[in-house]
């Protein structure tokens, strides 16, 4: 048996269909997700592996596979014809940075109090009239 390809199971099965309508006898062995990120790092999603019986087979069935990638980089050049976003495709505005650095410093300080809980909230009321005591005097 050669292996032709490992691949998503929607392409996989088209693979599979065009390999029968050329008269190769094909076959597939599927691999859930997650088990082959032991084999081949990365591939946490489920594949089909095609395979063919002989290696005269296997020739043709590359031949098929090369005919499938061409005809799906055609399409992606189709589609990407449409690169100039208008109207509400358009990126939205972007807030004004201080708004970020002030939204950035309120989640960490509720970041931070809910990590160090109740003990938090009085150290942070004590530092609050230290600070008033400070600017504003003791009387």
């Known amino acids: 048996m050669e292996q032709i390809a490992t691949l998503p199971p929607v392409i996989?099965?088209?693979?599979v269909e065009e390999l029968h309508a050329a008269g190769i006898p094909a076959e597939t062995t599927d691999m859930p997700p997650g088990v082959g990120a032991a084999v081949y790092p990365g591939l946490l999603e489920a594949t089909l592996t095609v395979w063919v019986r002989d290696a005269d087979d296997a020739v043709r069935a590359r031949a098929?596979?090369?005919?499938?990638?061409?005809?799906?980089?055609?399409?992606?050049?189709?589609?990407?014809?449409?690169?100039?976003p208008s109207g509400d495709e358009a990126d939205p505005s972007r807030p004004d940075p201080s708004q970020v650095s002030r939204r950035r410093r309120v989640a960490h300080l509720a970041v931070l109090l809910l990590w160090l809980?109740?003990?938090?909230?009085?150290?942070?009321?004590?530092?609050?009239l230290v600070s008033l005591f400070a600017v504003g005097g003791v009387g």
């Open 12 to 15: 996989g099965l088209q693979l």
């Open 64 to 84: 098929v596979l090369e005919e499938m990638q061409a005809s799906f980089s055609e399409a992606e050049a189709f589609d990407d014809d449409d690169d100039d």
């Open 117 to 128: 809980g109740p003990p938090a909230i009085i150290i942070m009321l004590g530092l609050l």
